[in-house]
């Protein structure tokens, strides 16, 4: 295979892996952002940050990306707390707001 094909192939390859990153991003900042609003949470700096990123097989056996992200969210407004995210492609398998002090809430979503 000549020199050239395998550098195009590879930054065909690249590309694809940031397309779609930025897709799951913004799948998991809306994801994110509707699950702080639905527990009276505020998400800090309306983002999420990749922490993790491996290869996983769905539902149907198909190879896909596991995406980890962390997010910080606030629900007093003096305070920063961390919470979690995490993807199978573009799907949102969990997400953790993490432990609550207030007896009877949900923290998973």
Not at 23 to 37: L, P, T
Not at 74 to 85: A, E, I
Not at 97 to 103: E, F, K, N, Q, S
């Amino acid at each position: 295979m000549p020199i050239d094909l395998v550098g195009v192939l590879v930054l065909a390859a690249l590309a694809w892996l940031w397309w779609d990153s930025l897709k799951a991003r913004d799948a998991g900042i809306a994801a994110v952002r509707a699950a702080c609003e639905a527990e009276g949470l505020q998400l800090l700096d309306e983002t999420v940050a990749i922490a993790g990123l491996k290869p996983a097989r769905d539902d149907d056996g198909r190879l896909a990306l596991r995406r980890v992200y962390e997010f910080e969210y606030t629900d007093t407004g003096d305070n920063r707390r961390r919470g979690s995210l995490v993807m199978l492609g573009q799907r949102v398998l969990v997400i953790n707001i993490g432990l609550r002090l207030v007896p009877g809430q949900r923290t998973l979503h």
